[in-house]
């Protein structure tokens, strides 16, 4: 697709739920990465994949936190028995991985608008 | 562990004034130093650096990576309205995969 695209928007749970969010990356694009945002603060890194590989999953805050992409393509960040403090912005981002000349392997994400999950 | 600063956290101007944005990073393995503007949801990118010195611009934005510092500014001159928003930046560090954000700041241009 155009862009990133990830659903739903908006998203009100209650506590205990369980909820999945998802992620339509950009056609191509190998890596995908998952970020927190919670309110008045910058992104958190959560996971990231380069193809249906989760290659660093550092940042999930829990066990409660589970992502998948199991063709490559399309993600999925499932929360487990949801908290009040799982409140925040879901961010998807995706990236071509460059090899540029001097190896500096910049990487520039393309972030989706994002998911905004609220636990009662 | 990775730490990103921006400074100020917030701002409040009138259109036509200069802006300032300041960001301090400790990053192992740094590779660069992306901006973002963030106005609803997305994040939208702005510049990559990777190079001390070098200038980026874009129209009335403009920003420089200092390496020895360790430190990156973003000017915005003749502000306008639709600068309101908030900007991250984020260095770029090991393999390169990963962007690890300041918290922002949060810019607000009244008319």
């Known amino acids: 697709g155009a862009g990133v695209s990830q659903s739903p928007r908006y998203k009100v749970a209650k506590r205990g739920q369980d909820v999945a969010l998802r992620c339509d990356p950009i056609?191509?694009?190998?890596?995908l990465f998952w970020y927190q945002q919670a309110l008045g603060q910058g992104p958190e890194f959560l996971t990231y994949f380069q193809n249906e590989a989760q290659l660093d999953k550092s940042g999930l805050p829990s066990d409660r936190f589970f992502a998948e992409r199991p063709e490559g393509s399309v993600s999925t960040l499932k929360i487990q028995r949801t908290q009040q403090e799982d409140s925040a912005v879901y961010l998807c981002a995706s990236s071509l991985v460059l090899r540029t000349r001097d190896s500096s392997g910049a990487n520039v994400l393309t972030f989706g608008a994002g998911s905004r999950l609220t636990v009662l | 562990e990775d730490k990103v600063v921006q400074s100020p956290l917030s701002l409040v101007v009138h259109e036509g004034d200069t802006v300032t944005l300041n960001c301090s990073y400790e990053?192992?393995?740094?590779?660069?130093l992306l901006w973002y503007k963030q106005e609803k949801k997305a994040p939208t990118f702005l510049f990559m650096l990777t190079s001390s010195g070098i200038e980026k611009k874009s129209g009335r934005l403009s920003s420089i990576l200092d390496k020895k510092e360790l430190s990156s500014i973003l000017n915005i001159t003749a502000t306008q309205t639709g600068d309101s928003a908030i900007y991250l930046c984020a260095p770029n560090n090991n393999a390169g995969n990963m962007l690890t954000f300041g918290g922002g700041t949060r810019l607000m241009v009244k008319p």
């Open positions: 056609s191509g694009h190998v890596s």
């Open positions: 990053v192992t393995n740094f590779r660069s």
